[in-house]
């Protein structure tokens, strides 16, 4: 599976803004999708992660509340949809695949795109 994320920017905070995961080659329907994201300086932290078939979700709880993670198989194409922007949101993000099971584990995740960047100003 090949990964491509984009949709970031410059936000201010308290904005909202959506994230795309668009996924070409094998069968992005079975597997597992997540989102993460790298602050200047930081370690990749987990955000949020949905199971193959979309009933299972998972978030971190800095992000609890904010952002919705989803999936529309027939468009091959994640989303993250981010709301009530924080300065602290600011990163690069990243998303990811993986067979089976959801995730909170980066290690756990075969197949990565490239970031997107999102700054939240104050």
């Known amino acids: 599976v090949q990964l491509q994320a984009f949709g970031g920017g410059l936000v201010q905070a308290g904005d909202s803004l959506r994230l795309s995961c668009a996924a070409s080659g094998d069968t992005f329907s079975m597997k597992s999708m997540g989102w993460f994201r790298q602050a200047p300086g930081k370690e990749r932290e987990f955000v949020a992660t949905?199971?193959?078939?979309?009933?299972?979700?998972k978030y971190a709880d800095s992000v609890k509340g904010r952002f919705t993670i989803s999936r529309d198989d027939a468009q091959n194409t994640g989303y993250l949809q981010m709301n009530s922007l924080k300065p602290e949101d600011t990163a690069v993000y990243y998303c990811a695949a993986k067979d089976f099971g959801v995730s909170v584990v980066r290690s756990s995740y075969t197949y990565w795109g490239q970031g997107t960047l999102v700054t939240v100003s104050r």
């Open positions: 949905v199971s193959w078939n979309g009933i299972t979700t």
